[in-house]
């Protein structure tokens, strides 16, 4: 499924490779079935009626007036040793899709992966004649430094797989650029550091012609977490930390009218965060074109 938004200048457009109901004890451990029934404003689009989470994964390619951005590239075609039984062996047809929508492969300037982790950085390589090859080959690959380091020594949850075919390669091909957490990539797209999830975690903001938009990575994985941000995943490394990033992010997400533009949300994906009262929030979809996004006030 491909879905585009525009912030100003800068088109985004959403690559779905895999969509999921179900299955998130790893992800949002305090996700039951009945716990997740309560917030009911979730349903349809990123629950089922029977308390069931919707989750997708998927890549988001930028247009800005100077650059070809892919931020976040999934979990890739032919992987192995991955923590999903699901995520091994995926023959999938991102590439194509990529392609149809406008991205040839080749013509991607700039990888962004919010971080290192299984699901955001397989498409980095690709399986060529029995050898891992780079999926975008001129590109720079922009790995956050303490990101990149946390993830050369990381085990477990597919980490040590993951650094071995979709990581080093690029490293080999002369293609990574380690840069800071709070690098500007163009006048337009800029990291902003996000940790908990990961060490060097980072989200990607987009500012143009006043709109304003962020692309979570994990320090969100769902939208029930905007009416429970103390729900932490079973695979943050600092989930203290994590809860601290959330709630400040989505305070200032809310008192900005930032458009929030989520990792892991499935369906519509986008939406503006809204105070609902506790400490917690809710999403509002946006009004198609006319929804005003002001830019930010003093802090
Ligand atoms: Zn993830």
């Known amino acids: 499924m491909v879905a585009t938004f ?3 200048d800068v088109v985004i457009t959403k690559i779905t490779e895999l969509e999921s109901v179900g299955d998130t004890e790893l992800m949002l451990p305090e996700a039951t079935p009945h716990a997740v029934q309560q917030v009911s404003w979730l349903r349809p689009d990123y629950a089922t009626d029977d308390g069931l989470l919707r989750t997708s994964i998927h890549a988001f390619a930028l247009a800005t007036p100077t650059r070809r951005i892919i931020a976040d590239t999934g979990l890739g075609n032919d992987k192995q040793g991955r923590p ?4 091994n062996g995926m023959g999938g047809t991102f590439l194509e899709d990529l392609a149809a929508a406008g991205f040839p492969p ?11 982790h299984v699901d955001h950085a397989g498409w980095d390589t690709q399986l060529v004649q029995g050898k891992w090859v780079p999926t975008f080959p001129n590109a720079r690959h922009l790995f956050v430094r303490a990101e990149f380091e946390h993830a050369e020594g990381a085990a477990g949850h597919g980490a040590a797989e ?10 080999e091909a002369g293609l990574v650029d380690l840069v800071a957490a709070d690098e ?11 940790p908990g999830h990961t060490p060097g975690h980072t989200s990607i903001l987009i500012e143009s012609r006043g709109e304003r938009a962020l692309i979570t990575g994990d320090f969100i994985h769902h939208p029930v977490q905007l009416a429970r941000p103390d729900w932490v995943s079973g695979g943050d490394h ?8 959330r709630r400040s992010m989505l305070s200032e997400i809310a008192r900005t009218r930032t458009l929030l533009v989520g990792t892991h949300f ?14 917690s929030y809710r999403l509002e979809e946006p009004d198609a074109g006319t929804d005003p996004v ?6």
């Open 184 to 194: 500007q990539v163009s006048p337009e797209v800029k990291l902003v550091p996000t």
């Open 238 to 245: 600092d989930p203290a930390r994590a809860v601290a990033t």
């Open 294 to 299: 002001p830019q930010p006030g003093p802090s």
């Open 6 to 8: 525009t912030v100003g």
């Open 84 to 87: 999903v039984p699901a995520w």
């Open 106 to 116: 080749e013509t991607i300037d700039t990888v962004l992966c919010t971080h290192l």
């Open 266 to 279: 499935a369906g519509p994906t986008i939406g503006h965060v809204v105070p609902d009262g506790d400490g």
């Open 162 to 171: 993951l650094f071995a075919d979709s990581v080093a390669p690029i490293v």
